[in-house]
């Protein structure tokens, strides 16, 4: 991941990404210092928190399409697979059994079978972070396919992976 710029935050932008982290996630990150590092050749723009890549910017799921050139991507801030076990999440958890653990660090999708717990406010296209039940380890970030009460179940795809422990991004160092 070649990183194309690099600069610090303006109060008010790290002020939005705090708030909407506390609002979604129920996490308060506060740090001495917010760097936006923009990324070539990636879909996500990361903020090193304290040097840190603890938060993501990832593309809205509904607006990414309609997003034009002229106009900045619509993006919401989330946290890292590194980030939400240093912050870890009280929203927005989907919790694996130890089956799925190996599947959901390479990358796969999360199927139903696999989750023992899910947030009941989760909607669907929401982000989510996905985690291990033994320790709660966050293995994966991914996108909700459906809500978060319909996400326990027989058989289906539930959750698509968007970053996971060991690729580039978790990897990523400045």
């Known amino acids: 991941m070649e990183v194309n710029s690099r600069h610090h935050l303006r109060s008010d932008e790290v002020r939005d990404v705090e708030d909407r982290l506390a609002d979604r996630l129920g996490v308060e990150v506060d740090a001495d210092a917010y760097e936006l590092v923009e990324l070539d050749d990636s879909a996500f723009d990361l903020v090193l928190v304290d040097g840190e890549p603890s938060v993501l910017y990832v593309e809205r799921e509904a607006n990414a399409a309609e997003s034009s050139g002229d106009e900045p991507r619509d993006c919401e801030p989330f946290l890292t697979v590194r980030g939400a076990?240093?912050?870890?999440?009280?929203?927005?958890?989907?919790?694996?059994?130890?089956?799925?653990?190996s599947f959901v660090s390479d990358g796969a999708d999360v199927m139903r079978p696999g989750i023992v717990e899910a947030d009941a406010d989760i909607e669907a296209?929401?982000?989510?972070?996905?985690?291990?039940?033994?320790?709660?380890?966050?293995l994966a970030v991914g996108r909700a396919m459906t809500d978060g009460d319909d996400m326990v179940g027989e058989s289906g795809k539930v959750v698509e992976s968007v970053h996971h422990v060991g690729d580039d991004l978790y990897e990523f160092d400045v």
């Open 85 to 101: 076990n240093d912050y870890p999440p009280e929203r927005r958890v989907v919790t694996v059994d130890a089956g799925a653990v």
């Open 125 to 138: 296209g929401d982000l989510v972070a996905v985690a291990e039940e033994s320790h709660g380890k966050v």
